[in-house]
Each structure stands twice: as C-alpha cells, then as structure tokens.
C-alpha cells in the first residue's frame, strides 16, 4: 500500500476533445509518476561516486531535482561547485557506470512504492493496444531495475533515457521516435504519442516535441502547479482520472 499522501478531493481536468486512452503510445516518466523511492540509493549515488571516482565531495544542494536527468543533475552540480567543464567532463562517463554499479550492487536494499492507479492504468492503456514505454531522467540500467523491482518491467517495451540525452526534451524525443519505429510504416506520419509525467519539465519536453500530456500530481507539484501549464490531462492522480473517466476516456460528465 502506498505510504504517501494522496491529494483529496480527487481533481481531474480534461481539454475538450482530447481522448487520454486513445493515443497510439505513452511515455511514462518514472520517479514521481511510475513510482516513488523510500530509499536514498539513486540520490546518494551522485555524490559517493563522484568522490569514488574525483576524490571530490560534491554536494547537490541547490539543485532542481525535479524532471532533471541523471546527466543533467551531474553538469549542474559541477557548475555550482565552480569546477571547470574541462576538470570533470572527461570524467563523466566513469561517473555514471560507478552509478550504475552502486544503484545495482545495492537492487536489494531499492524500496519502492507504485503511485496510485499505475498498474490499472497500464493494464487498461494495453488492453486498448497501446505501445507502453518509458521517458526518464534516469539512467537506463537504473531506470529499468526501478520499473523491474516495482513488478511492472512486463508494461513496458521500450524507453528514453538520459545516459545520452542531458536535455530532457531530447530524451522524449529520442523516447517518441522508438515508439513511431515500433507502430510501423506509417508510424511518423500518423501515430498519436503522449508523455506522462509528474512536473513542469516533463510537459514543457512534451511540448518540445509536439506531444500531448498528461500531467499526475502524485510527485512534488501540485494540480494548480501543473494545470498552470495548461497540459491536455491534469489529475491528482492517475487512479482518479480513470475514475473520472470510466472505461472509456470520455469523462462521464464535465471536468472539474
């Protein structure tokens, strides 16, 4: 059972016309909307392996965790230090297997809760023959164990990640077109793919790549936060937009 606060009353908005269960492809961000880490592993992974591999104590205070990727949160972190790029870039790719090894070495010690509706949403996006994939900040080995330890590595066919995109948007982008190959010839000409995700970044990269979204307060923003940024779906959390929606996308009476 879910050990965090769910927001009440549930709050669901829909943009007229758009249909959330109709899209050909969902990209799911993981932390925050998949799921929510009780642990520290992945968080202290930065600093120890960069004082594993540099013998420097970097420190991620001040940093927007937030919708960043893991590559993201390094180059951040090093630019608040004062280091120079040239200090620490060569060392970057050292950096992140010493991450994907620590976050491994430890896969038991993961505590993992599923936000709330997250499988009965997948099961009925699959039901609909949807393509399911990811689009995480994560590293793709770490992403893969989290979704793999929650019990849900069997929704998912393929994913974006940052081991090589640093920008958000790119990672979606690279996310988007694995999906157009995966739906076919006729995938890029006319596939309907649609980001799910947890914070503003996460709709401001769908936005950059021309995809709809769908916005779940389940991770540090909230439904006001969210709907500011004016996201085709806003709901507190993606167990109440399928109420809200029954089995179908249709709402069963005006949006709140």
Wanted: glycine share 8%; charged share 20%.
């Amino acid at each position: 059972m879910p050990d965090f606060p769910i927001p009440t009353p549930p709050r669901v908005q829909i943009q007229p016309g758009f249909v959330w269960d109709e899209q050909d492809a969902y990209l799911f961000d993981i932390d925050g909307t998949i799921l929510r880490s009780r642990d520290r592993i992945h968080f202290n992974s930065f600093a120890e392996c960069i004082h594993n591999v540099m013998g420097l104590e970097i420190s991620l205070s001040g940093v927007n965790l937030q919708g960043h990727t893991d590559t993201g949160i390094l180059r951040e972190a090093f630019t608040r230090s004062g280091l120079p790029t040239a200090a620490w870039e060569p060392q970057l790719e050292t950096i992140l297997e010493a991450m994907r090894n620590h976050v491994l070495s430890r896969r038991g010690e993961l505590d993992l809760r599923r936000m709330p509706g997250i499988e009965p949403v997948l099961a009925h996006l699959a039901a609909k023959g949807a393509l399911l994939g990811l689009a995480t900040g994560n590293l793709e080995l770490i992403g893969w164990l989290k979704v793999e330890v929650a019990g849900l590595r069997e929704w998912f066919r393929f994913g974006g990640f940052s081991d090589r995109h640093e920008i958000r948007s790119e990672m979606v982008g690279d996310a988007a077109r694995k999906a157009r190959e995966l739906l076919g010839p006729n995938g890029h000409q006319t596939s309907r793919i649609c980001v799910v995700g947890d914070t503003p970044r996460d709709i401001q990269a769908a936005r950059a790549n021309n995809l709809p979204v769908i916005a779940v307060a389940t991770g540090n923003n909230s439904f006001d936060e969210l709907a500011a940024c004016q996201p085709e779906v806003c709901t507190t959390t993606l167990e109440d937009l399928l109420a809200h929606t029954g089995a179908a996308g249709q709402p069963r009476e005006a949006a709140l």
